[in-house]
C-alpha cells in the first residue's frame, strides 16, 4: 500500500524554466537582504523591501504574547525596532525554501529560520537567545522588482538565556506545524 504526498504545482504552466529559475533567484536575493537588513538595523533599507500594502502576521509568541493584529509596513517597522534596539546583535538565517508560483508574478514560499541574539540585560549580564521558526511569505513583482506583500511569522521553539543564573530556557511550540497541506492557511 503506497501513499503519496499531494504534489503542489511550483509553478503556472505559462511560466519557462528560464523565468522561473530567473524569478526564483531575485526572490532569494530579497530574503537575503531583508535578514542582512534586519540584522544591520537598516530600517529604511528593509521597508524597501516590502509592498506598500505588505500586512504582516505573528503567530501566538511568548515575547509577543497572543498574535498580535497584523501590522503595517510602518508598524511592523516600528515594532520590529522596538524588540530589536542597537544594543542587541542578531543573526538571522534563512533557508530551505519551497517556493509555489501563482502567476510569473506573484509567489509564496515557506522558510525556516533561525535566529540568533546577544545583548546585555538590565544588570550588564550577558544575555542570548536561539530561535528556530518558519516564515510564511507572499512576494508580487512590481515594477520590475519583487517586494514582499506579506509575511507570518511562526516560531517553532527556541533556547534563551535565563536572567541571574547558568539556566536556560526552552521555550516549546505554541502552534503545531503543518506537513503537505501548509499552503492551505496562507
Request: aromatic share 12%; hydrophobic share 35%; no cysteine.
Amino acid at each position: 500500500m503506497s501513499s503519496k504526498a499531494p504534489q503542489m504545482k511550483a509553478r503556472p504552466e505559462d511560466m519557462s524554466d528560464i523565468e522561473w529559475l530567473v524569478a526564483l533567484e531575485e526572490i532569494r536575493q530579497l530574503k537575503a537582504r531583508r535578514d542582512r537588513y534586519v540584522d544591520a538595523h537598516d530600517w529604511d533599507g528593509y521597508a524597501s523591501l516590502h509592498a506598500p500594502d505588505h500586512v504582516s502576521h505573528h503567530a501566538p509568541d511568548p515575547k509577543l504574547g497572543s498574535a498580535p493584529e497584523p501590522w503595517s509596513v510602518s508598524e511592523m517597522i516600528e515594532n520590529t525596532r522596538k524588540h530589536m534596539p542597537e544594543s542587541l546583535v542578531s543573526a538571522h538565517h534563512s533557508y530551505d525554501p519551497e517556493f509555489n508560483f501563482e502567476t510569473p508574478t506573484r509567489a509564496r514560499a515557506i522558510w525556516a529560520m533561525t535566529a540568533a541574539t546577544v545583548s546585555t540585560d538590565a544588570n550588564g549580564e550577558p544575555s542570548w537567545s536561539i530561535g528556530y521558526g518558519y516564515y510564511f511569505e507572499t512576494y508580487e513583482k512590481r515594477d520590475g522588482s519583487w517586494l514582499f506583500t506579506s509575511r507570518r511569522w511562526q516560531r517553532h521553539f527556541g533556547l534563551q538565556s535565563t536572567q541571574g543564573s547558568d539556566a536556560v530556557a526552552v521555550t516549546f511550540p505554541q502552534v503545531a506545524l503543518k506537513g503537505s497541506d501548509a499552503f492551505d492557511d496562507f
